[in-house]
């Protein structure tokens, strides 16, 4: 198992699939960021995960989003990829990777300058 934190401000849980394996986070400093669990959402049937959070509610930063349930998704044979894409860059001054590959819990993925 594996539990997310993946935000590192405040903001509002804004969107998210029926199965959970995608979600977007608008954060107070109107930063937009998409969370894609796996790589083929279809399998995943939302059998994988369990999330923690409910569209328009308030995350904070270090509140776990959702818990992945790793081992399963190997067995299944599904990449277990989580991809987080900032898509409000028009309106930042810049989005810089942090790190690459596989990340640790609690890890900084990304720098997002306003």
């Given at each position: 198992m594996s539990?997310?934190?993946?935000?590192?401000?405040?903001?509002?849980?804004?969107?998210?699939?029926?199965?959970?394996?995608?979600?977007g986070i608008r954060t107070d400093d109107a930063a937009e960021v998409l969370v894609r669990v796996g790589m083929d959402p279809v399998a995943l049937r939302g059998e994988v995960l369990t999330v923690f959070v409910a569209v328009g509610q308030r995350v904070e930063r270090g509140q776990p989003l959702a818990e992945v349930y790793l081992e399963l998704l190997r067995r299944s044979e599904q990449d277990p990829t989580t991809v987080l894409v900032v898509t409000s860059t028009g309106a930042l001054r810049g989005v810089v990777p942090v790190v690459a590959g596989t990340v640790a819990a609690g890890e900084t993925v990304v720098e997002i300058h306003q």
């Open positions: 539990s997310w934190r993946a935000l590192r401000r405040t903001g509002r849980w804004a969107t998210s699939t029926d199965s959970g394996h995608a979600y």
